[in-house]
């Protein structure tokens, strides 16, 4: 069905996390990084990864570095921040980075599930709390200059359109009868071109251009 990246350096929640995605998304195959390092070849070695679950404590990486790095070089997979740090400033500038997500290690299972769910339909997952304490993530929200859209291809803008429907990478490629593999190749042009460093903002990117030729 899926397959996750679990990159935690803690082999106990790794197991955990293994542990949680069995019993929630059958048929799901989870690999696991127990440090940055080891989580990019994981990454330049499946082209086929739904998710990675990224944890901000891994050794050979500081702070949100380790976000920056992965999006950089594997700028189609969507990745999620897994971490104690519950700093609103902190999640808010993962998402800055291209998080399409945040879940502190103390959500319940059954929430856990559901925000990952939520993720892999092609959805933003905040804590709760962050999303009661601001509407809005603070994501860059400029303006595409004139014609930067024009830049797309027509099958690029047909994928940026199944995507602002919120799709994942897979089910766009069932719905366009191409491979996966080639949705990933266009998303990460997607990005190139819009000058953007995640699938969220490339959606709130055209979603604004879409109201303003209203």
Same mark, same amino acid.
């Given at each position: ?8 350096? $803690? ?31 994981? !990454?330049?070695? $499946? ?39 519950? $700093? ?29 769910? %939520? ?41 940026? !359109? ?10 766009? !490629? ?11 190749? $266009? ?13 969220? %903002? ?13």
């Amino acid at each position: 069905m899926y397959r996750l990246l679990v990159a935690d350096d $803690h082999p106990l929640f790794r197991e955990a996390m293994v542990a949680v995605i069995a019993r929630g998304l059958s048929g799901s195959e989870t690999l696991e990084a127990a440090s940055l390092a080891a989580a990019l070849s994981v !990454a330049a070695q $499946h082209d086929d990864l739904d998710l990675a679950l990224l944890d901000l404590g891994l050794p050979d990486a500081e702070g949100l570095s380790g976000l920056a790095q992965l999006r950089q070089a594997a700028p189609w997979l969507p990745v999620v921040i897994v971490s104690a740090e519950q $700093h609103k400033q902190t999640i808010l500038e993962a998402l800055n980075l291209g998080a399409v997500g945040y879940i502190p290690k103390s959500t319940p299972r059954d929430a856990l599930l559901a925000a990952l769910q %939520q993720i892999l339909a092609g959805q933003v997952y905040l804590p709760p709390d962050i999303m009661r304490a601001t509407s809005q993530p603070a994501l860059p929200t400029r303006s595409p200059p004139p014609g930067e859209l024009d830049l797309l291809t027509d099958k690029q803008r047909e994928v940026l !359109a199944h995507m602002v429907k919120g799709e994942s990478n897979k089910m766009i !490629a069932y719905r366009l009868d191409i491979a996966e593999t080639t949705v990933k190749t $266009h998303v990460s042009a997607i990005l190139r071109k819009l000058r953007v460093s995640s699938r969220v %903002q490339a959606i709130l990117l055209a979603s604004e251009h879409d109201h303003a030729a209203r």
